[in-house]
């Protein structure tokens, strides 16, 4: 297996601007992460998935970020408008849901965010 | 609510040394634990993992046991090498919503 597939790996953008992240999770997997990891807060969970629907989005800071996912092997998080204050490396990470392993998370590379 | 508490860091050892990273946690019943390591420039990968007391996860000649008296899942090696410099992230199941708790990560670097 690929491995969870997160794009674009490095994101520049000027405040202001919208902002899409993809991800594609390990197939048959049954749940879907979004975290974001900075020096300050360190890792946070932002919202998660099970076989599509959002579970808990209590840690998506404020209206200006959103997730869906539209079908299991592809999620977005979108950020408008984005602030300096979102630069951050987000990390997608799937679930098995089943199974031995049914708690273990498979992270991606992350997307390194740069708002200016 | 749950919670996991992990050492500071960074943690500075000489290559071959001995490693401890302590971790406890608090939950409700008792939680599969897991540890995580993120090499620099990359995501979290799972280390090794205990599911019930007394259990204990091993992986890569890392150690873990589960202490349900303690509630403490303390990571141990004994002999480091470079190849080991990374953050480590103790991480207790939250028992019924699929999801784990992160520590705050222990950075570790390893000096020849």
């Known amino acids: 297996d690929a491995g969870v597939i997160q794009s674009p790996r490095h994101e520049v953008t000027e405040m202001g601007q919208e902002v899409t992240l993809r991800c594609k999770p390990i197939?048959?997997?049954?749940?879907l992460f979004w975290y974001r990891q900075t020096m300050m807060r360190g890792l946070e969970l932002l919202i998660y998935?099970?076989?599509?629907?959002?579970?808990?989005d209590s840690g998506m800071p404020e209206d200006r970020f959103s997730a869906k996912m539209p079908n299991a092997s592809f999620s977005t998080l979108k950020i408008q408008p984005s602030e300096p204050r979102d630069s951050a490396v987000y990390f997608c990470a799937s679930s098995p849901g089943t199974g031995v392993r049914y708690y273990e998370q498979y992270f991606g590379p992350g997307t390194r965010l740069t708002v200016t | 609510g749950d919670s996991v508490t992990q050492m500071e860091g960074p943690v500075t050892l000489s290559e071959e040394a001995f490693l401890t990273i302590n971790c406890t946690y608090t939950a409700t019943g008792y939680p599969s634990l897991f540890w995580y390591v993120q090499y620099p420039g990359e995501g979290l990968q799972l280390l090794l993992k205990?599911?019930?007391?007394?259990d204990k996860g091993s992986n890569k000649g890392f150690e873990a046991t589960y202490r349900k008296e303690t509630t403490s899942f303390h990571l141990e090696k004994g002999s480091v090498q470079v190849s080991d410099s990374a953050v480590y992230f103790c991480?207790?199941?939250?028992?019924?919503?699929?999801?784990?708790?992160f520590g705050t990560g222990t950075k570790l670097q390893v000096i020849p």
């Open positions: 991480a207790p199941e939250v028992s019924g919503y699929q999801k784990v708790t």
């Open positions: 205990a599911t019930k007391a007394d």
């Open positions: 197939s048959g997997h049954d749940y």
């Open positions: 998935f099970n076989n599509n629907v959002p579970i808990d």
